[in-house]
């Protein structure tokens, strides 16, 4: 609600699909001076391909978007040497004078899959959630007790149960999203 505002300037791409509703796709918003990608495919695109070309999975040797794990589907397998690692990826487009947050509305999914990587966790797997934020000049994360409390308190939960919890800071232009800083907490 804080970003598609009337007269917000939007940045959009023609869709390749004839058979779609609408004949474009929305991908970023200017909120003021600052370009905020709105692409909910991007955040596990940029991430996939920062796993593959960073050195943060030193030795990756396996990565598999979309994998099943108990009752959940993961964002993501990896396996790097001997590691086994879950990861779920969450796109923060949540900003309020330079605190980004997650989540914008309400996500039972979300607090699901928490659960989920706590017993992947128990389970001998290494976890984590990864929040890409897709802007830019943010100060700080911190969760949305406001939008959704009980995701705040599941991910400090987590947390407190072994799941790595990182911050992938994005550089966003018109026509890029790349990963530029991690921070892991």
């Not at 039972?108 to 990864?130: M, S, T, W």
């Amino acid at each position: 609600r804080e970003l598609l505002v009337p007269g917000a300037e939007v940045l959009v791409q023609k869709a390749d699909n004839p058979e779609r509703k609408t004949q474009f796709d929305l991908i970023s918003v200017y909120k003021g001076e600052m370009l905020v990608n709105m692409d909910s495919q991007a955040p596990n695109k940029v991430f996939k391909e920062w796993a593959e070309n960073s050195n943060y999975f030193k030795n990756l040797t396996y990565i598999k978007p979309e994998c099943k794990y108990n009752n959940s589907r993961f964002d993501f397998y990896l396996e790097s040497d001997q590691r086994k690692i879950f990861v779920e990826v969450k796109g923060v487009t949540l900003e309020n004078e330079g605190v980004v947050s997650f989540p914008d509305a309400p996500t039972e999914r979300g607090i699901k899959h928490l659960k989920e990587l706590e017993d992947a966790v128990k389970d001998g797997f290494e976890a984590y959630v990864c929040f890409i934020i897709q802007m830019e000049k943010c100060k700080y994360f911190a969760p949305s007790y406001i939008n959704h409390p009980e995701f705040a308190d599941a991910l400090e939960k987590a947390k407190a149960s072994g799941v790595e919890v990182w911050f992938l800071q994005c550089g966003v232009t018109e026509d890029t999203l790349e990963i530029v800083d991690v921070n892991n907490h």
